[in-house]
């Protein structure tokens, strides 16, 4: 695999695009899916980087779509707008490390949720 395709908005899109990665700016979950729809069924392979605000708004059959497509896995990357307002952005890398490895980490002078349990 060695194709970068990102979604994300509007906004953030001429920084992907100056990276020289395939960058598609979309206003909704709906406009992604529309995009990204024939890509799963040409089989366009690649990693798929979805803005995680986009990401959860997409219907859930359709993220089962994807969940299912072997040749375009798909990851979370922060976007234009916090998913959370109370998550920091050390939590948001943890969480994207986690998900991406499997291992929860903790950062120098932090406990982990499971030292609190």
Same mark, same amino acid.
């Given at each position: 695999m060695s194709h970068l395709l990102v979604i994300t908005c509007p906004e953030l899109l001429p920084g992907? *695009?100056?990276?020289?990665?395939?960058?598609?700016?979309?206003?909704?979950?709906?406009a992604? *899916?529309?995009?990204?729809?024939?890509?799963l069924d040409e089989r366009k392979a690649?990693?798929? #980087?979805?803005?995680?605000?986009?990401?959860?708004?997409?219907?859930?059959?359709?993220?089962?779509?994807?969940?299912? #497509?072997?040749?375009?896995?798909f990851l979370s990357i922060p976007g234009c707008e916090p998913v959370d307002p109370g998550t920091t952005r050390k939590q948001?890398? #943890?969480e994207?490390?986690?998900?991406a490895t499997g291992f929860q980490i903790t950062f120098k002078g932090e406990s982990s949720e499971v030292d609190e349990l």
């Open positions: 992907f *695009q100056l990276a020289g990665v395939e960058a598609h700016g979309v206003e909704d979950a709906r992604a *899916q529309e995009l990204i729809g024939p890509w690649g990693l798929l #980087a979805i803005d995680d605000g986009i990401l959860k708004d997409m219907e859930p059959t359709f993220i089962e779509r994807l969940e299912a #497509a072997d040749h375009l896995p948001r890398i #943890a994207m490390i986690r998900r």
